[in-house]
């Protein structure tokens, strides 16, 4: 989610109470959850069906409620790419 390499997700995972939860910790852990290089050989292992499988799961567990009719996002600050027509500008 966050394009961050495997060192750094575990690293991080240490100093955020949020991933840690959504993980499943009833506590606040002090120690990293695995050795980073566990993460690639899991996802060698489960591949890219078993990544989507993942995904199915956790969007049934949610059922109908997860599922939205409208999305609302908010890109304020998010980078835009857009130019102003010359005539605008009095250019």
Known sequence: MFNQGDETVVAAWVQNPYW???CGMN???WQTPC???D???FRQR????GVERILKVTARMH???AQETEVVVDTT???KNITPDRHE???
């Open 20 to 22: 840690q939860y959504f």
């Open 27 to 29: 506590g606040f852990q």
């Open 35 to 37: 050795d980073p290089s």
């Open 39 to 41: 993460l690639v050989y």
């Open 46 to 49: 489960i591949g890219e069906a």
């Open 63 to 65: 059922g109908e409620h």
């Open 77 to 79: 600050v998010q980078e």
């Open 89 to 91: 500008t009095g250019a």
